[in-house]
Every structure is written in structure tokens, then in C-alpha cells.
């Protein structure tokens, strides 16, 4: 089996060092027929959020903050086991982790600045209620019923 392809990037120059991830594979349930009683295609991936030195401190500790709840020991953990290769299964892994951790460390959004509502669009708004309420108000008079 080769490398994996190239280095998986979470945000710009910013990749997931190969090093710091801890691979475990175990057998799958699913499609496969009898190979899957034989192979461990399955792939849990584990990555040391807490003590890494990859990421820069700012994203490290949103991302702790964020993904307080799927942490064990500050580990950050995925699984894939949708395909029958093992191949495919760790790419798969590795790009859910990626993608896990660009999107815990992105930065916050800008906060929304409240705006007025023009006048028009309120205006509108009461017109069409207005106009609904004589719908039915004369729905209530004689041959309805």
C-alpha cells in the first residue's frame, strides 16, 4: 500500500501532520460478502488535538473549545467504514478529519448589525393582513355553511 494521497489540508498552509495520526483498523460490517470476515477495513482515526504543535495556537484552542464534546483526553476521533477497501476507507477518514477541524477552526462569524425594517415592507405587510381579514369576515355571512 502507498501513501496516502498527499498531505490534507485543513486552511491554507495548514495540513495534518502525518506523524501525529494514530491509525486503528478493525474488521467492518456492511457489504463484502466473505472478504469482510477476513480483512480489517474498517479505519478509526485519532488525532491528538490538545498536544499538537501543527495547528496554531488560536486554532487549537477554538477547536477545543468547539469540539469540546466529541474529545477524549483531547484526542479528536473519526470513523469510516463505508468502503470495502481499507485504501479508500483512510482517505475517507482523513478528509472528514481535515474537513472536522477547518470547520472547528474557522473563525467566528462577524456578528449581524440589527437594521430597520422600511417602512414599506411594513406597510405591505399590514395591507395584505387587512385584506386577508375581510376574506374572512366575509366568509361568515349567508351561503357559507
Do not use: C
Not at 491528538?48 to 477545543?64: F, G, H, I, S, Y
Not at 469540546?68 to 473519526?78: H, M, T
Amino acid at each position: 500500500m502507498g501513501d496516502m494521497s498527499g498531505p490534507h489540508v485543513i486552511r491554507g498552509s495548514v495540513s495534518l501532520p502525518e506523524a501525529e495520526l494514530m491509525w486503528r483498523f478493525s474488521r467492518s460490517s456492511g457489504p463484502g460478502g466473505q472478504h469482510v470476515n477476513t480483512s480489517d477495513s474498517q479505519v478509526e482515526l485519532r488525532f491528538d488535538l490538545a498536544n499538537t504543535d501543527a495547528l496554531p495556537e488560536v486554532w487549537k484552542r477554538r477547536a477545543l473549545e468547539r469540539l469540546g464534546s466529541r474529545l477524549v483526553d483531547g484526542v479528536v476521533s473519526v470513523r469510516a467504514s463505508e468502503h470495502r477497501s481499507q485504501w479508500r476507507n483512510r482517505e475517507m477518514a482523513a478528509t472528514r478529519l481535515a474537513a472536522l477541524l477547518a470547520e472547528a477552526t474557522a473563525p467566528p462569524p462577524k456578528p449581524r448589525r440589527a437594521t430597520k425594517v422600511p417602512r414599506g415592507i411594513n406597510e405591505r405587510r399590514l395591507r395584505n393582513k387587512k385584506q386577508r381579514s375581510e376574506t374572512k369576515r366575509g366568509r361568515s355571512g349567508q351561503g357559507w355553511g
